[in-house]
Nanobody, 122 residues
Framework: QVQLVESGGGSVQAGGSLRVSCAAS????????MGWFRQAPGKEREFAAG????????YYADSVKGRFTISRDNAKNTVYLQMNSLKPEDTAVYYC???????????????WGQGTQVTVSS
């Protein structure tokens, strides 16, 4: 059973940067497409970024494109989300997820972490 554990969340002022990480265990990490989703208070969980199993392709929601960068290190079984130029509307719990298909659809991801809080103040 694959387990995902996020880390690196915290509080930052608008315009600042944070990097969140997601460490995987219990499975073949390099076989999974990985994604980052986020859920703000009172809102539905939404897709933020995804990356192919090899790391050669990445894709982003329009709301984060140009500011966020997803990457992975298969040797370390870890996926990262570098977040720059953060805005108060980026405040959310950030979840990493793993699945077989590159998609923005939450339903296609089989494995989920517990989430890490990111708070951006104005």
């Amino acid at each position: 059973q694959v387990q995902l554990v996020e880390s690196g969340g915290g509080s930052v002022q608008a315009g600042g940067s944070l990097r969140v990480s997601c460490a995987a265990s219990g499975g073949t990490f390099s076989r999974f497409v990985m994604g980052w989703f986020r859920q703000a208070p009172g809102k539905e969980r939404e897709f933020a970024a995804g990356i192919s199993w090899s790391g050669d392709k990445s894709y982003y929601a329009d709301s984060v494109k140009g500011r966020f960068t997803i990457s992975r290190d298969n040797a370390k079984n870890t996926v990262y989300l570098q977040m720059n130029s953060l805005k108060p509307e980026d405040t959310a719990v950030y979840y990493c997820a793993g699945g077989p298909i590159a998609t923005q659809s939450m339903n296609m991801y089989q494995y989920w972490g517990q989430g890490t809080q990111v708070t951006v103040s104005s």
